[in-house]
């Protein structure tokens, strides 16, 4: 019981890590949340300050995600990697450092994906490319994949407890993008142009 609730814990502090925060800190000089959508995500620093913010801040969310599904698979197994892989995009979401007002979680829940079933992520990862490569649109891609999500995991027949974090995740992926959900129904949405 120990080990879960330390790894609720170290999921939980280490998805708080701002990273897109932080890159666009360093890289541009200024608080990301004043810009753009206000939103502390990598998509938002990838429309503020161009690509190579908005890769860096990606990777850098990504890998928290990836690592500590990992950390948790091969402590406990699926179900640890399942609780890990939660934590870490609760506090990307929600982070402690930013006064729990962070990003939708898109980055990370991809490395969380990556992490315990690569296949899955291969999959999803061909969706957003080709949705956004179609319409520059990323929220329309990350709304996509997330209802993609769960009917991929059932289809592949993969372990329940990472099917039950599919469908929870991708429900709580599409939540967090409602006001873009907004403007996609009323045909406002914002579609990517690269500053640099």
């Given amino acids: ?9 170290l999921g939980y502090l280490t998805g708080s890590i701002p990273f897109s925060y932080l890159t666009a800190k360093f890289l541009g000089n200024i608080d990301i949340r004043s810009h753009g959508s206000g939103n502390s995500g990598a998509t938002n620093v990838l429309r503020t300050l161009g690509a190579k913010a908005g890769a860096i801040a990606f990777i850098l969310d990504f890998l928290k995600g990836f690592i500590l599904a990992v950390i948790g698979k091969n402590l406990l197994g699926i179900q640890g990697g399942v609780i890990a892989s939660t934590f870490v995009v609760i506090g990307h979401c929600y982070p402690f450092f930013l006064g729990f007002k962070g990003g939708k979680g898109v980055a ?17 990862m061909i969706i957003h490319f080709s949705i956004t490569g179609l319409t520059r649109m990323v929220s329309l891609a990350s709304i996509t994949v997330a209802a993609s999500f769960p009917i991929v995991s059932f289809i ?10 599919a469908l929870c995740l991708g429900s ?6 409602r006001a873009n959900i907004k ?9 990517i142009r690269f500053k640099k």
């Fill in 172 to 177: 709580f992926v599409i939540y967090k993008h």
């Fill in 108 to 124: 990370t829940a991809g490395g969380t994906i990556f992490a315990l079933y690569p296949l899955i992520g291969v999959i999803l």
């Fill in 183 to 191: 403007r996609l129904l009323s045909g406002n949405e914002s579609k």
């Fill in 1 to 9: 019981m120990a080990k879960y609730f330390l790894l609720m814990i």
């Fill in 156 to 165: 592949l027949k993969k372990h329940i407890s990472f099917t039950l974090y």
